[in-house]
């Protein structure tokens, strides 16, 4: 079976406190969950590479870039040694192009759909991506609603794609993550429900349904 990965999105930590906030789920989490936003592509401003660079893990990261134009931030990006960049297909008009320009600096390429963005958009790239995520939430804020009709969208992916690494972000929590799960999901982002929680450990383990 796929192992089910949960990468918290630090977007909900306390910016204050980030080595602590990293520290209080490093030892449970797979991945850090990076997102960058660039007030034009989604309705808010998050932190570029000079904030980013100050997160300090072993865990590998993987950048979630919610920009128009995300070819100008690949090569400094690349100076955290993400394991992956994730870009949005809405926002390139030649997406072929952009995983190739992500995969020439050794780092895995992956490719974001908006809720209503359709499966067509990425079937002819598919054996070119390292993964798809699929977002459950209107990208832009943590702390949002799941939409459900996304199931639908994971689980035709899943058919067509069986190895593929598939991923959800948005609106993740034990019940979503389930029915995520079951709709043939492997990769978890959270944000609120973890850095929201006491006990991360224990909402890091409830998303991977232990
Ligand atoms: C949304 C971001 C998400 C977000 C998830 O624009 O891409 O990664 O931080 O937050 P929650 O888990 O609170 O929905
Ligand atoms: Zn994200």
Known sequence: MRKIQVAPS??????????EEIASIEAYADALHIDVMDGH???NLSFGYPVAKWIKSDLPK????????PENYYDVFAKMNPEIILIQVEAVPHLHRQIQKIKELGIKAGVVLNPAT?????????EDLDR??????????????FISG???????LREIAPDLDIEVDGGIN????????EAGANIFVAGSYIFGSENRANAIASLKGE
């Open 10 to 19: 630090i977007l909900s930590a306390d910016f204050g406190k980030l080595s």
């Open 41 to 43: 592509f989604v309705p």
């Open 62 to 69: 993987e950048v979630h870039l919610m920009v128009y134009h």
């Open 118 to 126: 359709p499966l067509s958009s990425i079937e002819y790239v598919l």
């Open 132 to 145: 798809v995520l699929i977002m459950s939430v209107n990208p832009g804020f943590g702390g949002q609603k």
């Open 150 to 156: 996304v199931l639908q969208k994971i689980k035709k």
């Open 174 to 181: 034990e019940e979503t993550a389930a029915l995520c799960k």
